[in-house]
């Protein structure tokens, strides 16, 4: 595909095609991506049984810096390149592309050189007992060596996506996720490395996802990473990450979140309940990405039309993006009340006591799924129209102010069951805050229509 037809299209085709379109691709895309930990997750909770899976899970939150890393990269950057192609500056683009890649080498490396120095302290922070250090511990430095591939895959996928080509983002994502289900099985199932196999498994298919993204920069990318643009320009950086720092921001929220659970819920229930917490979130990936995949779908549709100044396509395919992933919440509430055991066995081998635990942690976190819709595709819709301010308030006020005190009060009235109702109070607020904001917004590309249609 040409770049003028790749391109124009965001702005000319029928919105329902172009969401389905942009969609797909970044719902397998980050679905494939959330497969790496949830397939050692499985394997390891059906083969090496639930103190491995607590291992693996307290090694959680050193992941979930390496996606705070993407995120601050490539969230600001594709807004960027957006708006610059529907402005048709393709230098513009290009010099972006450029200094993303640079920040996301950085970003891997430093990851890299944390897990091999501060290995065991990090792991003793997130929760890991005496028990599982040691299987921790092992797990961490082997994905360490992984994380500069991760990052830079991740954050370069994001950058596709805004030029115009999801299926190859997608395609990413999916050589990654069938090398490491074929790796783990190869390690974990038939040569028994355990948790040393499923690290392994997850660091090599990381290096396949990035031989992927490196074949589509040279040979099939509209936008080159050129040499002479590869160095650190503050004019694009600065602008980027601070597009990026409210999302970013809630990433480690999120991952401050994953800690304070897995040191709450270690307390209350030892490494059972922390397992049944790696159920749980292996789960909400599940979840949560499709809806996520149609926010980050609409994101450079809304970005490029915004640009071109077609309100109206605007306005559409965000209303369009909410009822996606309204239907996609609703049919996972469905699932997950009538059949929590059902799901729980996909990580366990029997267990009923971490069965009983993580089946009634289901019901109570996903009362009130389907409010995250609405939620989701607000945040995506300010993220690509650059409103860093507003993506700031909405992401960082819903888990930082509504979340953390809850999770902090709860627990001491409720038992673990205080843990799981954080999430609900957290969804109500997250909905609320969004609709009175989407509503701001809207009002304001009603005066802008206004605007351009009178006369000067």
């Keep these: 595909m040409s770049y003028d037809t790749r391109t124009d299209v965001m702005g000319r085709d029928p919105i329902g095609s172009l969401l389905f379109r942009f969609s797909m691709p970044a719902i397998v895309g980050l679905l494939s991506n959330a497969l790496y930990n949830i397939v050692d997750r499985m394997f390891i909770g059906r083969i090496v049984g639930s103190n491995g899976l607590a291992a693996v899970t307290v090694a959680f939150p050193y992941f979930g810096l390496a996606i705070t890393a993407g995120i601050l990269i490539t969230v600001g950057s594709s807004s960027i390149v957006s708006r610059n192609l529907g402005r048709g500056d393709r230098d513009g683009a290009e010099e972006v592309l450029a200094n993303a890649f640079l920040m996301a080498l950085a970003g891997g490396v430093l990851l890299l050189w944390a897990g091999f120095c501060c290995g065991n302290p990090m792991l003793r922070l997130f929760g890991a007992s005496d028990l599982v250090i040691g299987s921790a511990l092992d797990y961490?430095?082997?994905?360490?060596?992984?994380?500069?591939?991760?990052?830079m895959t991740f954050s370069m996928n994001g950058l596709m996506r805004a030029e115009g080509a999801p299926r190859w983002a997608m395609g990413t994502m999916l050589i990654g996720t069938l090398t490491n289900i074929f790796l783990d099985w190869l390690f974990i199932a038939v040569l028994g490395w355990g948790v040393r196999g499923?690290?392994?498994?997850?660091?090599?298919?990381?290096?396949?996802?990035?031989?992927?993204?490196?074949?589509?920069?040279?040979?099939?990318?509209?936008?080159?990473?050129?040499?002479?643009?590869?160095?650190?320009?503050?004019?694009?950086?600065?602008?980027?990450l601070a597009i990026?720092?409210?999302?970013?921001?809630?990433?480690?929220?999120?991952?401050t979140l994953l800690v304070i659970i897995?040191?709450?819920?270690?307390?209350?229930?030892?490494?059972?309940?922390?397992?049944?917490?790696?159920?749980?979130?292996?789960?909400?990936?599940?979840?949560?990405?499709?809806?996520?995949?149609?926010?980050?779908?609409?994101?450079?549709?809304?970005?490029?039309?915004?640009?071109?100044?077609?309100?109206?396509?605007?306005?559409?395919?965000?209303?369009?993006?909410?009822?996606?992933?309204?239907?996609?919440?609703?049919?996972?509430?469905?699932?997950?009340?009538?059949?929590?055991?059902?799901?729980?066995?996909?990580?366990?081998?029997?267990?009923?006591?971490?069965?009983?635990?993580?089946?009634?942690?289901?019901?109570?976190?996903?009362?009130?799924?389907?409010?995250?819709?609405?939620?989701?595709?607000?945040?995506?819709?300010?993220?690509?129209l650059g409103r860093a301010r507003a993506t700031f308030i909405l992401q960082v006020l819903r888990q930082i102010v509504f979340c953390f005190p809850m999770l902090l009060i709860l627990p001491h009235f409720l038992g673990t069951d205080g843990v799981w109702l954080a999430f609900p109070l957290m969804d109500l607020s997250g909905f609320l805050l969004a609709l009175t904001m989407l509503r701001s917004e809207m009002r304001k590309w009603e005066a802008r229509e206004t605007a351009e249609k009178t006369p000067g």
């Design 262 to 384: 897995n040191r709450i819920m270690g307390r209350l229930g030892g490494d059972l309940a922390i397992s049944a917490v790696g159920i749980f979130f292996s789960l909400d990936s599940l979840f949560y990405l499709p809806a996520l995949g149609i926010g980050e779908g609409a994101q450079p549709l809304v970005g490029f039309n915004y640009g071109a100044g077609k309100m109206e396509r605007v306005r559409g395919i965000v209303k369009l993006a909410i009822l996606a992933a309204a239907g996609i919440f609703t049919l996972f509430w469905v699932i997950v009340q009538a059949f929590p055991v059902l799901l729980v066995n996909l990580f366990s081998r029997g267990d009923m006591e971490l069965g009983a635990i993580a089946a009634r942690g289901l019901r109570l976190g996903y009362l009130l799924l389907p409010l995250m819709s609405l939620y989701i595709v607000t945040s995506y819709t300010f993220q690509a």
């Design 244 to 255: 990026g720092i409210s999302p970013g921001l809630l990433e480690v929220s999120f991952v």
């Design 140 to 151: 961490l430095r082997i994905v360490a060596l992984g994380m500069p591939f991760l990052v």
């Design 198 to 240: 499923a690290a392994w498994g997850t660091t090599l298919a990381q290096a396949a996802a990035l031989g992927w993204v490196i074949l589509f920069y040279l040979r099939h990318s509209s936008l080159k990473i050129r040499r002479n643009l590869i160095r650190p320009r503050l004019k694009i950086i600065l602008p980027a």
